[in-house]
């Protein structure tokens, strides 16, 4: 399903781009990116638990992932976050990962329903829908933090490096995510050490870059630091996340 469709889904009345735009222009300008697409008409959020700080919900995220990493994750009551969520969501992070089917964000960071809002892409690479989409979740849903989550062996990355190497496009839409993470492995060329490695740790700093200074939402959240923005690298051995610095 696209990003675009279960948008719809989870807000059926969820705003056009420009709307989220022209929303988050008086937003940034007097009230704080806080609260649901219905703030105005509920006292208490879906999840109370998960109004957190970008440093409060980056804590949260890891101690998930250190759950996940050592086999003690949580069991969730699905059952009751599904009636709590009818009304609306606010997830405390959001995650721009690799659609890489060893990786699960939901997984990683033991996180249950309406904990992270996530969009996936072959490379974690932001374009304007994914852009778009963290808008979304930072200007209407209140999401704190970002995370773009790269992953070691990454095929999208490696197919990138061959194409760019052997001057070749790969057949049908590819050379779209080609065209997304060349700069990443352009830019790292010149590193010593594992090629690979180091467009994909390139590729995330990118991203990071690119969501940080996404004007005007995003930018702006990030200059009234109500929204952090970090990178990290998936291990697919141990399943543990390492924040980039």
Do not use: W
């Amino acid at each position: 399903m696209c990003e675009k469709c279960s948008l719809d889904q989870l807000h059926p009345t969820a705003p056009s781009r420009r709307s989220v735009v022209l929303f988050a222009a008086s937003a940034l300008g007097g009230l704080m990116l806080a609260g649901t697409a219905n703030a105005k008409d509920t006292k208490t959020p879906p999840k109370p638990q998960n109004v957190l700080s970008p440093d409060a919900a980056l804590k949260k995220l890891m101690e998930g992932n250190v759950r996940y990493v050592g086999g003690t994750a949580r069991r969730h009551d699905f059952k009751h976050e599904r009636e709590a969520l009818v009304g609306g969501q606010n997830p405390y992070a959001a995650v721009l990962s690799c659609a890489d089917s060893r990786i699960a964000p939901e997984y990683a960071f033991d996180s249950g329903r309406g904990d992270l809002f996530v969009c996936r892409v072959a490379g974690n690479f932001a374009n304007d829908d994914t852009v778009a989409s963290m808008e979304y979740a930072v200007a209407v849903l209140g999401t704190p933090m970002i995370l773009v989550l790269g992953h070691d062996s990454c095929g999208a990355v490696d197919a990138t490096i061959k194409s760019l190497k052997d001057d070749k496009p790969p057949p049908g839409h590819i050379p779209s995510l080609v065209a997304a993470i060349a700069p990443a492995v352009k830019a790292s060329a010149q590193q010593s050490g594992n090629a690979l490695d180091n467009a994909i740790r390139q590729n995330v700093i990118d991203n990071v870059a690119k969501l940080k200074s996404a004007a005007p939402i995003l930018n702006a959240a990030v200059e009234q630091n109500k929204l952090k923005v970090v990178g990290g690298i998936y291990r697919l051995a141990t399943g543990k996340v390492e924040l980039l610095s």
